[in-house]
């Protein structure tokens, strides 16, 4: 996967769940995403994190929560609060915010059930 | 601002053929201009990507121009082929306090045999 890893690559949820979804990079990159993804739609953003310790949200954080204890890992748990969460989610890396692109992980298809 | 508008939505192109797609921002202090190509249940990859102190960059069959004084850029494809179908973002570079990628909504291309 290019040096980011995400797992697991399909998820199923009982409604009233919280899941928590793995990013880990070998990339030694700063900067890390979350994106989610539904159906024939474009790319939204969850949370960022541009430093260790510290993220901020995106533009659809609501029902969701992050960590960036290290530097290496972005973990994205999608709480109960998500009313709507199956989609496909995207993580990506970057070195500095991006002004290089970003590097994606090959994603986690996310089910409510 | 740092939205991104990308025309057109839907491509439908015969084999060989070329195919253009058009995105223009707004924040005029972006500065990257990167564009992905994402297959069907994969992962976003970047393709080719242009900064701002260049008008026109290829790859082969693939060509990105940008025009920052209308502040709009292209991604010109020439003899499709049927690998080339997919979905293809556009995203910029922000700055000043906007340190990130801002993706397009996404265009689907189809290479008809």
């Known amino acids: 996967d290019g040096g980011i890893t995400q797992s697991p690559k399909y998820l199923f949820r009982k409604e009233g769940q919280n899941v928590t979804l793995s990013c880990e990079q070998n990339l030694n990159h700063d900067a890390m995403y979350w994106y989610r993804q539904d159906p024939g739609q474009g790319l939204r953003l969850i949370y960022y994190s541009q430093i260790v310790n510290d993220f901020q949200k995106g533009d659809i954080a609501e029902g969701y929560s992050v960590s960036r204890e290290k530097k290496e890992s972005f973990p994205l748990t999608v709480t109960s609060a998500q009313k709507n969460p199956t989609a496909f989610y995207l993580c990506a890396s970057s070195m500095d915010r991006g002004f290089y692109g970003y590097t994606f992980g090959s994603g986690t298809r996310l089910t409510v059930v | 601002g740092e939205n991104v508008e990308q025309h057109p939505s839907t491509l439908s192109v015969q084999e060989g053929d070329s195919a253009v797609i058009k995105c223009t921002y707004s924040d005029s202090a972006s500065n990257y201009f990167p564009w992905y190509k994402q297959e069907l249940g994969k992962r976003p990859q970047l393709i080719i990507d242009?900064?701002?102190?260049?008008g026109e960059k290829k790859d082969q069959r693939i060509a990105v121009t940008l025009n920052k004084t209308a502040k709009h850029f292209s991604l010109h494809i020439t003899e499709t082929q049927p690998e080339d179908s997919a979905v293809y973002f556009c995203?910029?570079?922000?700055?000043?306090?906007?340190?990130?990628?801002?993706f397009g909504t996404g265009t689907r291309l189809t290479i008809i045999p």
């Open positions: 242009i900064r701002s102190n260049v």
């Open positions: 995203a910029h570079f922000g700055n000043f306090g906007n340190e990130k990628l801002t």
